[in-house]
């Protein structure tokens, strides 16, 4: 196989904690990967105003297979101008119009609620991420004033809403999902989610082996915590997409071993970006406290994507045996540092 270039932005916080271990695990298994560090973040932009420049974008899109991203978003940087430039850069800017969140829990004890196990928390959540109220639509009026208004406008394209939607009814297809739910608000978003309603059933007509199952956003939440054994696949747009993966993550023991990839799923030999879903938890950098887990679960959805399946499976199983021995970080009820908590995966990596 020819060698893959993989771009590495750690980022602020403790994404450079986190995307060390990370980079010590793909270093690990000499897999044919070049490694691209760079140095863009709050710090770097604090130093000379530089964010995202286009010869890093032009060739991450020319030359790279993947971006492994740790976290962006810095104190320093209230408006986090660096942090939207690098990460909408990335995410609108390659059209990474998929981004796949696995809730999957890797272990019976971090599985908060009362009587379910890790058996019952398995799903995969497709957010869309290149519309919605993140395209940054709107503005303010009277700023400041007892008449002020101020309104972010909510995008759906029919193509947007189409190719995500088809994006998660191939990836049940792909792995033998006989469900996939479409939550949305359409009972109040009479317009926008009017379309993700009538897209949804018109392409679940292409699965006929696959139930389409709509649900509205509130009541998943509630289905989500009740049984989540019930959910197989969920598509939906990008701002709830963002908070229901949160209430995931909840779901399999906290957002220290939440993994995401960013992907144009309809042509998967485009560059695609893999970050940890969790951010960069200021209070937590720079103290050996962050869970390294996220970011290699992460590690082996971004092999998988290029081509090692095998890897990702050893990644997770030796995640699992980590888990269970108790040798991790304090957020999933261990005593060890960062560092320590990957020297455990990595030990029990096969
Ligand atoms: N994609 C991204 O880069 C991204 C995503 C979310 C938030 N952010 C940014 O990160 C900053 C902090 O945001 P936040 O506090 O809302 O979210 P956060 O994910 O950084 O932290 C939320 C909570 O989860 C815990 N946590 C997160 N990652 C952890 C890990 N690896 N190990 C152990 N515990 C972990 C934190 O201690 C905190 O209690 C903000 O600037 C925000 O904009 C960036």
Known sequence: MARKLIAVI??????????AQAVRL???LSLPL??????????????????FPKEVSDRIRNEASAVLLGALGDPRVPKLEHARDILFGLRFGFDLYANVRPVKALS???VPLKNRTKKDVDFVVFRENTEGIYVGMGGQFKH???DEIAINEDV????????LIRAGFEFAKRHGKKTVHMADKSNAMAHAHELWHRVFFEVAKEYPGIQAKHVYVDALCLYMVQDPSQLKVIVTCNLFGDIVTDLGAALQGGLGVASSAN????DPARVAMFEPVHGSAPPLAGKDLANPIASFLTVGMMLAHLGFPEEEARIEAACVKALDAGECTKDVGGTLGTRAAADAVLAHLR
């Open 10 to 19: 750690p980022g602020d916080g403790i994404g450079p904690e986190v995307i």
């Open 26 to 28: 793909l270093e690990r």
């Open 34 to 51: 070049d490694l691209w560090q760079l140095d863009l973040g709050a710090d770097r932009y604090l130093k000379d105003g530089t964010t």
């Open 108 to 110: 019976d004890r971090l």
């Open 144 to 146: 400041g004033t007892p």
């Open 156 to 163: 759906n394209t029919r193509k947007g809403v189409e190719r």
């Open 263 to 266: 992907v144009h799923a309809s």
